[in-house]
């Protein structure tokens, strides 16, 4: 079975950053693309970054502030989240943008003032 546990979010101001980080199990991470997906209150989940082999790809609206990577002896995909926004508030997950019947907990990302 196939588990991802993303952590990193929390509270920050406009402005700032942080770094989210998903470990997966049962899964060989670069084997696959693996993507960074948020669902914001009263949204559907939209898919923010992805990475496959050689290529990287963001959604417009993060495009230069959001950094998508993967650390394949870790088996762990980050999201280096600079310049946050309020409207980047949401629950962040992860996982291989093929398999898509497992999905993580989460990790909340709020930025406010």
């Known amino acids: 079975q196939v588990q991802y546990v993303e952590s990193g979010g929390g509270l920050v101001q406009p402005g700032g950053s942080l770094r989210l980080s998903c470990v997966a199990s049962g899964i060989i991470l670069s084997n696959f693309a693996m993507g960074w997906y948020r669902q914001a209150p009263g949204k559907q989940r939209e898919l923010v970054a992805f990475i496959t082999r050689g290529d990287t790809n963001y959604l417009d609206s993060v495009k230069g502030r959001f950094t998508i990577s993967r650390d394949n002896a870790e088996n762990t995909v980050y999201l280096q989240m600079n310049s946050l926004k309020p409207e980047d508030t949401a629950v962040y997950y992860c996982?291989?943008?093929?398999?898509?019947?497992?999905w993580g907990q989460g990790t909340q990302v709020t930025v406010s003032s």
């Open positions: 996982r291989a943008t093929m398999i898509s019947q497992y």
